[in-house]
């Protein structure tokens, strides 16, 4: 009979860093809301509420997340509270910021 081992709660990620998370959030996402928890970066919150892909290129309107996950790629770009072109795996996530799909360059087309 194969003995079951039980994870020790010191020896997983949050244990080893000494981590306990506060209470969690919402913001919304194309208007739809997602929870985070305190320091998770945006990526990392719409990735645990299954959303993969938040930028479409600006040529043929691709879609595009997190790809490096560590802000040198910038393939997570996202409009934030209007902002376009932030860096989605590096910003923090916070109550009520509003994050949306950017779309092209994240500018308005030029008016005529």
Do not use: K, Y
């Not at 959030?25 to 892909?53: H, K, M, N, Y």
């Not at 040198?72 to 996530?93: I, Y």
């Amino acid at each position: 009979m194969r003995r079951v081992r039980r994870r020790d709660p010191a020896r997983t990620p949050a244990g080893l860093a000494g981590a306990e998370p506060g209470d969690g959030f919402e913001f919304t996402f194309d208007g739809r809301p997602v929870r985070a928890l305190p320091g998770q970066s945006i990526a990392a919150a719409l990735w645990a509420a299954s959303v993969l892909s938040w930028r479409t290129t600006r040529v043929g309107g691709r879609p595009r997340g997190a790809f490096c996950g560590i802000g040198s790629c910038f393939e997570c770009l996202a409009t934030v509270n209007g902002r376009p072109n932030l860096r989605a795996c590096l910003l923090p996530a916070r109550p009520g910021d509003a994050v949306t799909t950017q779309e092209g360059n994240g500018h308005a087309a030029p008016r005529s």
